[in-house]
């Protein structure tokens, strides 16, 4: 298994505060995600990086910021946070690779945030 | 940008009976990649099979195959021989065929194998 892990894994917090999430991981791989996931959805992208300090929105990225000073770290922050982000989050990380295997996602075990 | 649905949202077979998971897909890339993932209950994404749009021939992993119709744009997933631990919610995914690709999933399907 990827070694990918991801803190908290469970958290409750309250209308209109600060939350952040971790994203670690000691595969070295280049490219990390986070995405969330709620019932009737799927998972869908928040943002991405593609290398130290580089990083990009995804389709559901309002409310929420990111940062990747090292490799091996994605932190996801909710400035303040609202009812509505309510979910479970999900990083991931690939590497891209030549060839037919194509660029294989990897996921970490979740973290479920409960914004009450 | 790419749209995935999967129509069925619950399906239920018979342990050792074989099951079909649907999945359609639109975009205008012709360089891409397809995927089925799994979620058990202890919420891990796990990867189950992968197939690259380039390639005419189906993927198959043990069990589980597809049929990927690209004309079509369609990738379903055929389980064989279901097990108790195939009970899981099922995603299908697209991605471009570009470094760094961001995956678009479907909405899932809850699959249940009865004893």
């Known amino acids: 298994d990827a070694g990918i892990t991801q803190s908290p894994r469970h958290k409750v917090t309250e209308t209109g505060t600060p939350v952040t999430l971790r994203c670690h991981q000691t595969?070295?791989?280049?490219?990390m995600y986070w995405y969330r996931q709620d019932p009737g959805h799927g998972l869908r992208l928040i943002h991405y990086?593609?290398?130290?300090?580089?990083?990009d929105k995804g389709e559901v990225s309002d409310g929420y910021s990111v940062s990747r000073s090292k490799t091996e770290d994605f932190l996801l922050t909710l400035e303040s946070a609202t009812s509505s982000q309510t979910s479970v989050y999900f990083c991931?990380?690939?590497?891209?690779?030549?060839?037919?295997?194509?660029?294989?996602?990897?996921f970490g075990p979740g973290t479920r945030l409960t914004v009450l | 940008a790419q749209t995935v649905t999967q129509s069925q949202p619950e399906m239920s077979v018979q342990e050792a009976e074989t099951v079909t998971l649907s999945c359609t897909y639109d975009?205008?890339?012709?360089?891409?990649?397809l995927f089925w993932y799994k979620q058990p209950p202890s919420r891990q994404m796990i990867l189950v099979i992968r197939?690259?749009?380039?390639?005419?021939q189906n993927a198959t992993e043990n069990r589980f195959s597809v049929n990927f119709q690209k004309a079509a744009k369609s990738f379903s997933l055929k389980i064989s021989d279901s097990q108790l631990g195939d009970t899981a919610m099922y995603f299908c995914?697209?991605?471009?065929?570009?470094?760094?690709?961001?995956?678009?999933f479907g909405e899932g399907t809850q699959l249940t194998v009865n004893p």
């Open positions: 991931a990380i690939s590497e891209p690779k030549q060839g037919a295997l194509g660029n294989e996602q990897f």
């Open positions: 595969e070295n791989h280049r490219y």
């Open positions: 990086s593609y290398g130290v300090k580089d990083t």
């Open positions: 975009t205008s890339e012709s360089n891409y990649y």
């Open positions: 197939q690259e749009a380039y390639k005419q």
């Open positions: 995914a697209f991605m471009r065929g570009t470094s760094g690709s961001r995956l678009t």
